[in-house]
């Protein structure tokens, strides 16, 4: 009897020890759902077909993502040229381009820019030196990150057949491919908030507690990113932790744990906080600055009373193109733009086959929850969705590449439609959609690598290379004792690009360059600006643009284009240097004087 009770006993403990978590994965094995992710990489090993799959993947990423990216998109995107001398100045002197120590917050130019991306390029550049390259290149880091996290999670949420297609989608698509080439600090924000859903999701699954901690410290890491991360990820997490608590999936331990971490993590993002709204006075602790770098930064969303109307609009374009061309243009758009009409109304494949997915997802989720009464990652997924598009109600501007994190949940609807297509038997469907997205995936690297991405782009949005280039080129000690004059009439910030080309030391910059285009401004020999009358003496250099050229100016807009024309007109600086026969040359659509020329 008592080795019976004690046989009882044992067999609850080992019931209690073992609790289950519930299989929510109807095509994969006990086996896989107890080893994770690596019964894919043993499938991997094992499989030919799996490993020349996933090898194609890690090419075609690289190829698409290194091949020219130092020079495909040409030149730098203003804010590129703000981390980019914020970068430099911090490998070179220790601080940001204003002379600030190692801000948890960057100022630009108004604005402001978080510093996870900065920091990482930092680094890079303290070991390799500060280049476009090792600049752009922690984007295809970032890439890399989503690439493998967000086809572990799609493998961890649906299954080893999502996990392929995921993999798929985030290796071909316009929108994935462009992003991971440009430096943006929101480049960040994606793949660290799917980093934070893997490990929160391997938390759900296995009940660890190393997994809280982990997804703790990638949800405080997330908060550097960028600023929507702020507004996007707290909405999730309290959706998911209330329906996990639900379904007995998390501990009030782990979450404890998980809420310590992501704090630890996060207190100089909150102490900078403080700062911002005055609670706090601008402080160092060390050489980490706290300063109210960019309030502004919240200018950025503003609440706006939008109709059902302009909810659909804005969908439309996170699911097309806007008007940024650097990142979707009308031609390919952000998953491929093919348009289908339908009397008046039109939509393209991917758009329909995006909602198709979101049904597909939505129906499921309702069957799980109320048929079966099970754990439902759709309805996880659900709660991404709401997570990441909510903020579209407080954006004043919607730019699709900082709202990059709806585009893994884009990802994940085409490619759990696709496996469930597939388990249904629906191959011809499935054959001929992946040939489709094949064909233009073809199509566009051939548009982009061939050199009529740069053709067709002459004009992009806030860029300004012709600029770039010449000043790089006056960075050398034979234009030392030459005063250098910058048009800036028609050009977008065009301090900030002479400052960053011709690398002006922070010690040079005594203030803060806000709005720097407003009025003439001097930093050593570097004048922001053209005076109206010629000092014939002097031994200069005026870079002046030529306002019948038509490429690279910041802005597409006619009318603020018609502007900076008018503004240049009534500048007759250029004709006193013409009529004083001052030599001159044409380059990059710049009229270059050198007046006294010594050399």
Same mark, same amino acid.
């Given at each position: 009897?008592?080795?019976?009770?004690?046989?009882?006993?044992?067999?609850?403990?080992?019931?209690?020890?073992?609790?289950?978590?519930?299989?929510?994965?109807?095509?994969?094995?006990?086996?896989?759902?107890?080893?994770?992710?690596?019964?894919?990489?043993?499938?991997? &090993?094992?499989?030919?077909?799996?490993?020349?799959?996933?090898?194609?993947?890690?090419?075609?990423?690289?190829? !698409?993502?290194?091949?020219?990216?130092?020079?495909?998109?040409?030149?730098?995107?203003?804010?590129?040229? *703000?981390?980019?001398?914020?970068?430099?100045?911090?490998? $070179?002197?220790?601080?940001?381009?204003?002379?600030?120590?190692?801000?948890?917050?960057?100022?630009?130019?108004?604005?402001?820019?978080?510093?996870?991306?900065?920091?990482?390029?930092?680094?890079?550049?303290?070991?390799?030196?500060?280049?476009?390259? !090792?600049?752009?290149?922690?984007?295809?880091?970032?890439?890399?990150?989503?690439?493998?996290?967000?086809?572990?999670?799609?493998?961890?949420?649906?299954?080893?057949?999502?996990?392929?297609?995921?993999?798929?989608?985030?290796?071909?698509?316009?929108?994935?491919? /462009?992003? $991971?080439?440009?430096?943006?600090?929101?480049?960040?924000?994606?793949?660290?908030?799917?980093?934070?859903l893997y490990f929160f999701v391997r938390l759900i699954k296995t009940g660890k507690n190393k997994y809280a901690l982990i997804s703790g410290v990638m949800f405080g890491m997330s908060m550097y990113s960028y600023i929507l991360a702020v507004l996007m990820m707290p909405v999730f997490l309290v959706l998911a932790l209330i329906y996990a608590f639900i379904k007995k999936k998390i501990t009030l331990k782990q979450t404890g744990l998980m809420f310590i971490c992501a704090v630890l993590v996060s207190v100089p993002i909150i102490l900078y906080l403080f700062v911002v709204i005055g609670v706090l006075p601008e402080f160092k602790i060390g050489s980490i600055s706290f300063t109210s770098a960019s309030a502004g930064r919240a200018s950025e969303i503003v609440w706006q009373s939008l109709s059902f109307k302009d909810i659909i609009k804005n969908i439309t374009t996170l699911t097309s193109y806007d008007k940024y061309d650097f990142m979707a243009d009308d031609k390919y758009g952000v998953f491929y733009n093919n348009v289908l009409?339908?009397? $008046?109304?039109?939509? *393209?494949?991917?758009?329909?086959?995006?909602?198709?997915?979101?049904?597909?997802?939505?129906?499921?989720?309702? %069957?799980?929850?109320?048929?079966?009464? *099970?754990?439902?990652? $759709?309805?996880?997924?659900?709660?991404?969705?709401?997570?990441?598009?909510?903020? /579209?109600?407080?954006?004043?501007?919607?730019?699709?590449?900082? %709202?990059?994190?709806?585009?893994?949940?884009?990802?994940?609807?085409?490619?759990?439609?696709?496996?469930?297509?597939?388990?249904?038997?629906?191959?011809?469907?499935?054959?001929?959609?992946?040939?489709?997205?094949?064909?233009?995936?073809?199509?566009?690297?051939?548009?982009?690598? &061939?050199?009529?991405? !740069?053709?067709?782009?002459?004009?992009?949005?806030y860029f300004d290379y012709d600029l770039l280039e010449l000043c790089e080129n006056f960075r050398n000690d034979e234009y030392a004792d030459s005063q250098i004059y910058v048009d800036y009439t028609a050009s977008y910030n065009a301090g900030l690009i002479t400052l960053y080309g011709l690398r002006v030391e922070p010690s040079v910059i005594q203030n803060e360059v806000e709005n720097i285009d407003s009025k003439i401004m001097t930093y050593g020999n570097i004048h922001i600006g053209i005076p109206e009358t010629v000092d014939q003496a002097e031994r200069a250099v005026y870079v002046i643009r030529d306002i019948n050229a038509e490429t690279s100016y910041y802005t597409t807009n006619e009318a603020q284009m018609e502007l900076y024309k008018t503004l240049a007109k009534n500048n007759n600086t250029k004709e006193q240097l013409l009529e004083l026969n001052t030599p001159y040359e044409i380059k990059n659509n710049y009229y270059i004087f050198t007046l006294n020329d010594q050399r």
């Open positions: 009897m008592a080795k019976s009770k004690k046989s009882t006993r044992q067999a609850e403990k080992n019931q209690d020890n073992s609790k289950p978590q519930e299989n929510i994965k109807s095509d994969i094995t006990q086996d896989e759902e107890l080893k994770g992710f690596s019964a894919v990489k043993k499938s991997i &090993s094992e499989n030919k077909l799996y490993w020349m799959y996933f090898s194609l993947i890690g090419i075609i990423f690289l190829l !698409t993502r290194l091949v020219q990216i130092t020079v495909l998109p040409k030149g730098l995107h203003i804010d590129e040229i *703000s981390m980019g001398y914020n970068t430099w100045t911090l490998s $070179e002197f220790g601080t940001d381009r204003y002379g600030v120590s190692f801000p948890v917050y960057f100022n630009n130019a108004g604005s402001g820019q978080s510093s996870l991306y900065v920091y990482i390029a930092f680094l890079l550049s303290k070991i390799f030196g500060y280049s476009v390259f !090792t600049l752009r290149v922690v984007s295809v880091i970032f890439g890399s990150l989503l690439l493998i996290f967000g086809t572990k999670t799609a493998y961890e949420m649906f299954g080893v057949k999502c996990a392929v297609i995921t993999a798929a989608v985030i290796d071909i698509m316009p929108f994935f491919i /462009m992003s $991971e080439r440009w430096a943006f600090d929101c480049n960040a924000m994606l793949p660290m908030f799917v980093m934070f009409h339908f009397f $008046e109304y039109k939509a *393209s494949v991917s758009q329909i086959l995006l909602f198709v997915g979101f049904v597909f997802m939505l129906c499921t989720a309702v %069957y799980n929850i109320v048929k079966k009464k *099970s754990f439902s990652f $759709e309805l996880m997924m659900m709660f991404y969705l709401i997570a990441v598009m909510y903020p /579209m109600l407080f954006l004043k501007q919607l730019a699709i590449y900082r %709202y990059n994190a709806v585009y893994f949940a884009f990802a994940l609807l085409l490619s759990y439609m696709f496996a469930r297509l597939w388990e249904h038997k629906q191959y011809v469907i499935c054959i001929f959609t992946a040939i489709f997205y094949l064909a233009n995936f073809g199509g566009y690297a051939y548009y982009l690598f &061939s050199g009529n991405f !740069t053709e067709e782009n002459k004009a992009l949005a």
